[in-house]
């Protein structure tokens, strides 16, 4: 393997982070923090169980809490903790519920399958305490011969006992323009539902002007429980007539549409609640709208005042962006016309609104938050003691662009703009864009999450977190140590609080992980405001290093003059909590500033090893960063190389790369059939080998959230890159995107967008080389965790260029 630079940072911005280290206050002032170790957090049996989601209940200030023994093969678990933090044993059967899911067999101790990928984990947490009900998602990796089959299990159950009342398996439909995927499924002897298959052509059909159905996915992130116990979930649907993306299509289209649907429970079944919206529907994006609407999976507030479906206030609220379809075709598409949403290589206007909604499913335009060249949505919704809704837009300035954000807060009543706060609801806040750290400007963002009550007005307050390391690797053994810091605003002044803490923020609370079980989702976390107005931090943790093993709550002292406080309420009695959230989710300001760009390196020429063997049969081992090639260039035209190991190995026409650690499976397949025609495994290492060519390659290229323009950061990493490539043969780009809110068609498309753009910029530097880019999607994440900051390190780009002999 060859590098450009020796040093691997990561730079990005993102959603929700803040980049600074506040020096401890002194106890018993604003913003010291207490650490106290608290005890029967965790059921006795089974054995060995670890928390992996916990959620607070805000009613009752109790908390719900899944987990499941270490080891492999694992079932997961249920339980309730009292406002003690203690395991409440009228729950279920002597305080836990088995869920029935297992991981899957082949898990490793730290929750990965043998291709780097998480076995399972919880997707969401959603409750509901007028109708006492719960609503947990769990995602299963089952792996096959040929594909990985991704599970969502659904299970509904009685919020006060624990009973289970419903468990429904559907499988997301990843394709349906082949039936390989299909005939594996059925062969694993496995019984589920294509519910996200079903909904789509219920609403959209089978086909839309010459398309077919080729991805829908359930959007469990965004899912949250209705005052009557039903459920409602959305749906991202694509129709395209461009599966295979680099045959050519004379006249390509795709669409897009997304609704939101409602289940209940009847019998043991989940059906569709056609009382909620229309007909159990609430269409978001239809196919014949002529426009492409994002619909962002953020884990969804409601307001748990109102008790009756038939309440008039909003539930709910939801951003949405909105842009027209594209009639140009895509930067590296081998199209003759296009119609679509597919936007690569463009100049992309978004309208960002938001959208108020009823617990019956009635959709009021709320606000429109204006046209950007980036969507605009809100962090996190707070309902303050008025009944109106809080929270903060950050401007459409990209994450990457040296320019520093700005932010507003926006406030609504009954659902729309309180234009008697600002302009169309909307007011500008005077908050640093950035602070200095150890010599260095830091971007610094904001989200809320609480309210802290006074004699004068209602506060909010949030948090900040840094993450040391900035990029996690879970395949190697390390310690990554989290800090956790909260903040004040005044919506008055518009400013934070500068005399909370140290310059604005608490101390610090310190987290340590061991790396590897870190991304396996080894520990749970959930923060709130309590009654007194104190900012907390309850945490489950491993022991690592110094650090002692339990659960700890973790206390800051209030402002001064705080008579109260909480997650937010409608001053009739109900209060509200994050449905779906954690500590360390995108809509709470849990996420870390990554480093300031490294200084390059000067340019380098290729001169690696280079294997011209044609292999009919795998190396024993290769090494990472290299390629080797399995078909003659007269094979390709009837035979495909396939690969389900996507994070060790990415298959082209003639070649396989390997572009991670591990074991890699590659099958060759005849084109027509799908026929197996022969397959091989090899073990990929860090380890030198002499086996496969080696590849030149640089520090990937970081993107900012949403992001695909370079900021200028990278467009150095390009000038290098491209001269570099004087002399070279071909070039390969991975582009790749996150998955905090698991849209994987959107994902796929923004990680094509990437590569794209670094494409053409390798083009306008003056590279002539052939040029291939992969679309990634979020099949090889760096980090798995679910913070922004975790999540900011998988949108990149890697670039990878071979010697002329390939």
């Avoid at 310690?479 to 608490?506: A, R």
């Avoid at 679309?775 to 913070?787: E, F, P, R, Y």
Wanted: net charge neutral; charged share 15%.
């Amino acid at each position: 393997m060859r590098r450009l630079t020796s040093t691997l940072i990561a730079a990005a911005a993102a959603l929700g982070s803040v980049a600074v280290a506040a020096s401890p206050v002194s106890a018993g002032t604003p913003g010291s923090v207490t650490e106290t170790a608290v005890t029967g957090t965790v059921p006795t049996s089974p054995a060995n169980l670890q928390m992996v989601r916990l959620v607070r209940l805000s009613r009752t200030g109790e908390f719900l809490a899944v987990g499941k023994p270490t080891g492999s093969g694992q079932n997961y678990y249920m339980w309730q903790l009292k406002s003690d933090y203690t395991v409440d044993t009228s729950f279920g059967t002597n305080g836990v519920i088995d869920t029935g899911v297992a991981d899957p067999a082949s898990c490793s101790t730290q929750n990965m399958n043998n291709t780097g990928m998480i076995c399972s984990s919880v997707r969401g947490l959603a409750y509901n305490e007028v109708s006492n009900t719960y609503a947990l998602f769990i995602n299963r990796q089952i792996g096959g011969t040929s594909y990985i089959h991704a599970l969502n299990h659904i299970i509904v159950g009685d919020l006060k006992t624990g009973q289970i009342k419903s468990t429904a398996v559907t499988r997301d439909v990843t394709s349906t323009s082949s039936t390989n995927a299909d005939t594996e499924f059925a062969g694993l002897g496995i019984t589920a539902q294509t519910l996200s298959k079903e909904e789509c052509t219920a609403v959209a059909g089978t086909s839309v002007n010459g398309t077919v159905l080729t991805y829908a996915f359930l959007e469990t992130y965004s899912s949250y429980m209705l005052p009557n116990g039903s459920l409602v979930l959305s749906l991202s649907c694509n129709y395209s007539n461009t599966v295979n993306n680099t045959a050519p299509v004379t006249d390509a289209k795709e669409y897009r549409t997304s609704h939101y649907l409602a289940l209940k429970v009847s019998g043991s079944s989940l059906v569709l609640d056609t009382t909620w919206g229309t007909n159990g529907r609430v269409i978001v994006n239809a196919a014949d709208s002529g426009k492409c609407v994002d619909n962002y999976g953020m884990s969804p507030v409601t307001d748990l005042g109102i008790t009756t479906m038939t309440s008039t206030k909003p539930y709910t609220v939801f951003p949405v962006s909105v842009r027209n379809r594209s009639t140009t075709v895509p930067s590296g598409m081998n199209y003759t016309t296009y119609e679509g949403c597919n936007t690569v290589g463009q100049s992309i206007q978004y309208t960002s609104k938001l959208y108020s909604i009823t617990a019956a499913g009635k959709v009021t335009e709320a606000l429109d938050m204006g046209t950007s060249t980036t969507p605009m949505f809100p962090t996190r919704w707070v309902i303050d003691p008025a009944g109106r809704w809080v929270s903060i837009i950050r401007s459409s300035t990209s994450p990457s662009s040296q320019t520093p954000p700005t932010y507003s807060a926006v406030r609504l009543v009954n659902g729309k703009g309180d234009t008697t706060f600002g302009t169309n609801g909307q007011k500008a806040l005077d908050l640093p864009s950035t602070v200095t750290v150890n010599g260095a400007s830091v971007s610094v963002n904001y989200s809320i999450s609480g309210m802290i009550t006074t004699q004068d007005e209602v506060l909010f307050t949030g948090f900040s977190s840094t993450s040391n390391p900035s990029m996690i690797m879970c395949n190697q053994a390390g310690t990554v140590t989290q800090t956790l810091q909260p903040f004040v605003l005044s919506l008055k002044t518009g400013t934070i609080d500068k005399t909370y803490g140290t310059g604005g923020l608490g101390a610090a609370a310190t987290v340590l992980s061991d790396q590897m079980t870190f991304c396996g989702s080894s520990s749970a976390g959930a923060t709130f405001v309590t009654s007194k107005g104190q900012p907390a931090y309850l945490r489950s943790r491993s022991a690592t290093g110094s650090q002692t093993a339990g659960t700890f709550i973790y206390l800051w002292d209030t402002v001064t003059n705080a008579t109260g406080g909480g997650d937010g309420g409608t001053g009739t009695g109900g209060a509200t909590k994050d449905t779906g959230g954690e500590a360390f989710t995108g809509e709470k300001p849990f996420s870390a500033a990554l480093a300031a760009a490294p200084t390059t390196g000067g340019s380098l020429t290729v001169a690696g090893r280079v294997d011209a063997t044609v292999y009919s049969k795998a190396p024993a081992r290769v090494e990472t960063n290299s390629a080797i090639t399995v078909l003659k260039a007269s094979d390709a035209d009837d035979l495909d190389i396939v690969t389900s190991t996507p994070k060790v190995c990415i298959a082209l026409t003639t070649s396989v790369v390997f572009t991670g650690t591990g074991r890699c499976t590659v099958r060759i397949v005849d084109e027509d059939t799908r026929r197996v025609v022969r397959s091989f495994s090899t073990t990929v290492s860090a380890a030198e080998s002499t086996a496969g060519t080696a590849l030149t390659t640089d520090k990937p290229i970081m993107f900012g959230q949403i992001q695909t323009a370079l900021s200028a950061t990278a467009r150095a990493q390009v000038k290098e890159l491209a001269a570099a490539a004087t002399g070279a043969g071909r070039i390969l780009i991975l582009g790749h995107s996150a998955s905090l809110y698991g849209n994987e068609v959107s994902n796929r498309f923004i990680s094509l967008q990437r590569a794209a753009a670094v494409k053409r910029a390798l083009i306008a530097a003056g590279v002539k080389n052939p040029i291939s880019i992969v679309a990634m999607g979020s099949k090889d994440m760096v980090s798995t965790g679910k913070s922004e900051a975790q999540q900011a390190l998988n949108r990149r780009v890697e670039v990878f260029i071979f010697p002329v002999a390939n």
